[in-house]
């Protein structure tokens, strides 16, 4: 089982690694301003999120067995629970695989993050364009009704020369 559940979380690890590499490629893309290429990029990357959901799926199940075999007892293990566990043969690969798939996910969460707030600046940028352009100002927020907010952009003077 130990094999088994190491096999898993490399499978996990080389999901992420795919993923790291998508929003590498999702980064270029938003700064190239290419919707197209970033439209085919979210697609893809629901992909690797249900990879991931199936692999942690079966993980689960692998604790699960563990747990019916009474390797350890409780519902909820740590990693560092599960080590004390693990056999000696296997601790060192094991010990392994965590530290990478850890790793290999704060990677790719705080590129994912990064991205979401590019995206965010973009969307921000496009704003205020088209506000400036409709002489519209958008407020920060939505209303009741969950539409947003507008309001006429009145002019206080006129500098014409």
């Not at 089982?1 to 795919?18: D, F």
């Not at 697609?43 to 692999?55: C, L, R, T």
């Not at 009741?144 to 020369?161: E, L």
């Given at each position: 089982?130990?094999?088994?559940?190491?096999?898993?979380?490399?499978?996990?690890?080389?999901?992420?690694?795919?993923?790291?590499?998508?929003?590498?490629?999702?980064?270029?893309?938003?700064?190239?301003?290419?919707?197209?290429?970033?439209?085919?990029?979210?697609?893809?990357?629901?992909?690797?999120?249900?990879?991931?959901?199936?692999?942690e799926q079966k993980r689960q199940q692998v604790?699960?067995?563990?747990?019916?075999?009474?390797?350890?007892?409780?519902?909820?293990?740590?990693?560092?629970?599960?080590?004390?566990?693990?056999?000696?043969?296997?601790?060192?690969?094991?010990?392994?695989?965590?530290?990478?798939?850890?790793?290999?996910?704060?990677?790719?969460?705080?590129?994912?993050?990064?991205?979401?707030?590019?995206?965010?600046?973009?969307?921000?940028?496009?704003?205020?364009?088209?506000?400036?352009?409709?002489?519209?100002r958008s407020e920060p927020d939505y209303g009741?009704?969950?539409?947003?907010?507008?309001?006429?952009?009145?002019?206080?003077?006129?500098?014409?020369?």
């Open positions: 089982m130990w094999e088994e559940l190491i096999n898993i979380i490399e499978a996990l690890i080389k999901t992420y690694l795919n993923m790291l590499e998508l929003n590498e490629n999702k980064r270029k893309a938003i700064l190239a301003i290419d919707m197209k290429r970033l439209d085919q990029l979210i697609d893809e990357e629901q992909k690797f999120i249900n990879e991931v959901a199936e692999n604790l699960q067995k563990m747990m019916q075999k009474n390797l350890f007892s409780e519902e909820t293990v740590t990693f560092k629970q599960l080590v004390k566990f693990c056999p000696i043969e296997k601790k060192d690969k094991f010990e392994t695989v965590n530290k990478e798939l850890s790793d290999t996910v704060k990677k790719t969460a705080d590129l994912n993050d990064a991205n979401r707030m590019l995206m965010q600046g973009a969307l921000t940028a496009v704003n205020v364009n088209l506000n400036s352009l409709m002489q519209v009741h009704d969950g539409q947003q907010k507008f309001s006429s952009q009145n002019k206080k003077f006129d500098f014409k020369a």
